[in-house]
């Protein structure tokens, strides 16, 4: 015996037990209640595929560690608020600290050397002056046959050393120069990886997973912090790989979350083509419009049209239900009785019928309070 049948045994003993036709039981010598009806009518509604899912932030990101370390300080908690520039999480890093004053003290050293080599290039060029000034007095008592050719190549030679002495001086303050512009750089570095001790938010947002408490070791790529961005929210579900070509991006589509008491209308924003092999479905999201209920992880479902069909269908509120079985009451020959149904999709408040009614029967709808199978009823006009 199936777990349906078992459901229907105590609605069907109701059902018994309240009504039945005129030959199984003399009808209600209470008095006839006036009652209104609606018909059962065929419609024609959008062929809907559904699939379910789950709200995320459009932006989120996961803060990780880029330098090992053991953790000092975390100043928020999963739930907090944070601002852009906030600062999350420190570390320790006194041998950082170390390092960058290292640095500091060997550009300073370099700094230091700078006036000294400017002195020298200056002392060189002094000496540079004086021995072409000298060496060209020569050359004109040379060429009067003033003086000896030793005397004139001695002051060419002498030249020439001076010459050399500045570009060399020259080329020491060039040295000088990288020596300074590297240390600048090592000290910079030094900075960026000190830097990296103090973690701070990229982004407002909320703080939505904590995996790091103080005192804890930090792994370069160790996820400390989630945070998700502020603003609006979308939907992402898992649609199956055979409908992959039926769903389009800007397609509008019909979204029902738990926390939100009604349909929300949305269009497909993204479809990630990559089929996940385990499932063989892939990821369609869909952007949400904002509001208050909103939090990443609700639960969600999306119905996609994918054509349109013929339905059975009355009232939502025409409808009883009793634990997982469902019924109405419809209006026959001037008696109500009840009718257990089988109910299909709903489209905002009209409930599709699968089984247990047919086109043109009259349904009781509102269901007058206390009504019960059996009864005399009066159908308004």
Not at 165 to 176: C, L, P, V
Not at 220 to 242: K, M, N
Request: one cysteine or more; a neutral charge; charged letters at 25%.
């Amino acid at each position: 015996m199936t777990n349906r049948t078992l459901y229907l045994m105590p609605l069907t003993i109701w059902l018994a037990g309240c009504g039945g036709t005129p030959k199984d039981k003399p009808v209600d010598s209470s008095p006839t209640v006036a009652v209104s009806v609606v018909t059962a009518s065929t419609e024609t509604w959008p062929s809907i595929y559904e699939a379910t899912g789950s709200v995320r932030a459009r932006t989120s990101a996961v803060i990780s560690s880029q330098l090992m370390g053991y953790v000092r300080e975390v100043n928020v908690t999963t739930g907090d608020h944070v601002h852009a520039g906030q600062l999350l999480v420190t570390l320790d890093t006194r041998d950082l600290d170390a390092n960058a004053r290292r640095a500091e003290a060997a550009r300073e050293e370099v700094r230091t050397s700078v006036p000294e080599a400017d002195s020298a290039v200056a002392v060189a060029k002094a000496n540079l002056d004086l021995a072409q000034t000298t060496f060209n007095r020569m050359k004109e008592l040379f060429q009067k046959k003033s003086i000896s050719s030793q005397e004139f190549d001695e002051a060419s030679a002498k030249l020439k050393a001076t010459q050399a002495t500045y570009e060399m001086t020259r080329a020491r303050r060039t040295q000088m120069d990288s020596k300074l512009a590297q240390a600048e750089q090592e000290v910079r570095a030094t900075d960026v990886t000190r830097s990296y001790g103090h973690v701070s938010a990229p982004f407002s947002g909320i703080v939505t997973a904590k995996g790091v408490e103080p005192g804890s070791l930090a792994m370069q790529g160790t996820p400390l912090l989630t945070i998700e961005r502020d603003g609006p929210f979308r939907l992402e579900v898992a649609v199956e790989e055979s409908r992959l070509g039926t769903i389009k991006v800007g397609q509008p589509v019909s979204v029902r979350l738990d926390s939100v008491d009604r349909r929300i209308e949305a269009r497909v924003s993204e479809i990630v083509p990559a089929v996940d092999t385990a499932s063989r479905a892939y990821l369609v999201k869909i952007d949400l419009p904002e509001l208050p209920a909103l939090r990443s992880g609700i639960f969600g479902r999306v119905a996609f049209p994918v054509g349109s069909r013929a339905v059975l269908a009355i009232p939502a509120r025409a409808v009883s239900d009793h634990g997982q079985l469902q019924s109405v009451m419809i209006a026959e020959n001037g008696i109500a009785h009840a009718r257990l149904i089988s109910s299909g999709q709903k489209d905002n408040d009209r409930f599709e019928v699968l089984s247990g009614l047919t086109a043109g029967e009259k349904v009781i709808f509102p269901v007058p309070q206390g009504l019960s199978d059996g009864v005399r009823v009066e159908v308004r006009r």
